[in-house]
């Protein structure tokens, strides 16, 4: 089973649709979720993280842990064409960026205006 | 704003060649890392480096890999003996604050090594 598992998409929605990314995850070590966002020939670039179970607001962004269920979402309201990009889950085994990220395969988000 | 600049954008080389790729962290930043993303597939951790020494390695980083910090700005990784399968992007970060207080990985845009 691998570490992190996430459905690579492609995802194709109309703007203005709410979107729903997921991942799950198998180390119970992780404790530090993020998402990036990744556009074409680029770096990922840091959207959310968090580091206990429940939501995290921020904009028209959610971030939700299920630390039980080993399932982290990213959810994404009122989308835009300027959201289409590869959203990348990672994890990390201690409550700091420091260590060494483990990401998920990415999921392809295409937003038609 | 300050950001993590990559050099070359894009390197091809022979098998068996080394290479060489630069980065340059974002100043006063005192961790970094180099990740690699083969075609298609997830990106993959390979090492950090902080106070001049390794801390942590994964497996792929083998004794075909080394890291440097030659001055107080570069940071280097080098690959010694190139293989087809080494051809990937190869990504290098820096920690820094993010809003919060949480460190988060600043990643630059990404060396494109194609090995032939």
């Known amino acids: 089973q691998k570490e992190v598992e996430q459905d690579p998409g492609p995802l194709s929605v109309p703007e203005g649709a709410i979107v729903s990314l997921n991942c799950t995850y198998s180390?119970?070590?992780?404790?530090?979720f993020m998402w990036y966002r990744q556009y074409s020939r680029k770096g990922p670039e840091l959207l959310m993280y968090?580091?206990?179970?429940g939501n995290k607001e921020d904009g028209r962004f959610t971030a939700q842990v299920d630390k039980s269920s080993k399932y982290i979402s990213l959810f994404i309201r009122d989308s835009q064409p300027s959201d289409s990009a590869t959203y990348l889950c990672?994890?990390?085994?201690?409550?700091?960026?420091?260590?060494?990220?483990?990401f998920g395969s990415g999921t392809r988000l295409q937003v038609q205006p | 704003e300050p950001e993590v600049t990559q050099t070359p954008s894009h390197q091809v080389t022979q098998m068996g060649q080394e290479v060489i790729l630069r980065c340059v962290p974002i100043?006063?930043?005192?961790?970094f890392y180099w990740y690699r993303q083969i075609l298609g597939q997830k990106v993959e951790f390979l090492v950090s480096f902080y106070n001049n020494e390794i801390s942590e390695k994964s497996e792929i980083f083998d004794d075909q890999f080394s890291v440097e910090r030659p001055d107080g700005s570069n940071f280097t990784l080098k690959i010694r003996s190139t293989k087809l399968e080494d051809s990937a992007m190869y990504f290098c970060a820096s920690i820094g604050r993010a809003s919060g207080g949480v460190d988060e990985q600043f990643f630059g845009p990404g060396t494109r090594l194609t090995v032939l």
């Open positions: 100043s006063n930043h005192l961790y």
């Open positions: 990672a994890m990390s085994a201690r409550v700091t960026g420091r260590r060494a990220l483990t």
């Open positions: 180390n119970s070590a992780f404790q530090y």
């Open positions: 968090t580091y206990s179970s």
